[in-house]
């Protein structure tokens, strides 16, 4: 049986740390049914999208870049940081195009879905691109190298499966854009 979320009192927060993409917080509750009090760390950010790219031949744009979490490179769908007042569908778009040089001839926006809600704020938001061309210039954000790859959609589930896609969002989105019925 679900906790009433009424067991929790929020009782104050302080700012721990803040950055240009996201600021860390800690939350202060009372936890009602053991009379206590507890932290919580929280990360607030902007929403983010990502972008399943299908060519008109079937082929799925994919990126790797190197991540500093892992310290590695990985391979994924490209996506960034919403800026303020843009769309899912804006943001999928100038993504796309910045980071692969693609262009859509059709965008669709899924549900957005919370990435990791017991420490983040943001929500995730997927596109899925059909018709997509390279048409364009890449323009790399100052830190970003990215390296373009075209796979057939047919075997994304199979790179799933072998965990050549590891990319938790990434696998999301494709989750996502199959039971939607978008690819």
């Not at 950010?45 to 490179?73: K, P």
């Not at 899925?128 to 990215?146: H, K, Q, S, W, Y």
């Amino acid at each position: 049986m679900a906790r009433n979320h009424n067991s929790w009192t929020y009782l104050s927060s302080r700012q721990v740390l803040q950055y240009s993409t996201l600021q860390v917080r800690e939350d202060t509750y009372h936890f009602a049914p053991r009379n206590t009090e507890a932290n919580f760390v929280v990360c607030d950010s902007a929403d983010w999208v990502l972008v399943i790219a299908v060519t008109t031949d079937r082929q799925v744009v994919l990126v790797n870049q190197f991540r500093h979490g892992r310290g590695e490179v990985v391979l994924e769908i490209p996506g960034g940081v919403m800026d303020d007042g843009e769309t899912p569908l804006a943001t999928g778009a100038r993504e796309l195009q910045e980071e692969t040089g693609y262009v859509a001839e059709q965008l669709v926006a899924l549900p957005p879905f919370l990435p990791n809600p017991a420490i983040n704020t943001a929500r995730c938001h997927i596109v899925v691109a059909t018709g997509c061309r390279c048409a364009a210039d890449t323009n790399f954000d100052p830190l970003e190298d990215i390296e373009v790859e075209l796979r057939p959609l047919a075997e994304i589930p199979d790179m799933i499966r072998s965990g050549e896609l590891l990319h938790a969002l990434t696998i999301a989105a494709f989750s996502l854009a199959q039971l939607h019925q978008r690819l």
